[in-house]
């Protein structure tokens, strides 16, 4: 073998022409846009799943009502800004 052949053979050597394989999965999944919207429209109703559960859980401890607030409002914005950067949905 030469130093430009490969495990798979002698024909591995031409993938040099190739260009740079980006990884088994693309960046920029194929989507249509109405599958796209429904998924972040799904993965909205959960932050806001998330931040009535929060809420009512501080409520029901007899936490201070701006502290609710301020906690559910701080964990919806983290949590949509984390959904929204996403380049997966």
Known sequence: MTSSDSA????????????P???FLSPSPKRRA??????RLV??????GVGT?????????DVAGWI???TVSLTS???????W???QL
Do not use: D, M, P, Y
């Open 34 to 39: 109405f599958e796209s919207v429904f998924v």
């Open 8 to 19: 798979f053979g002698a024909g591995a050597g031409a993938s040099a022409e190739r260009s």
């Open 77 to 83: 914005v983290v949590l949509a800004a984390l959904l």
């Open 68 to 70: 609710v607030g301020l």
């Open 21 to 23: 394989s980006k990884g």
């Open 53 to 61: 559960a929060l809420g009512a859980i501080l409520a029901a401890n």
């Open 43 to 48: 993965a909205t109703a959960g932050v806001v």
């Open 85 to 87: 950067r996403s380049r």
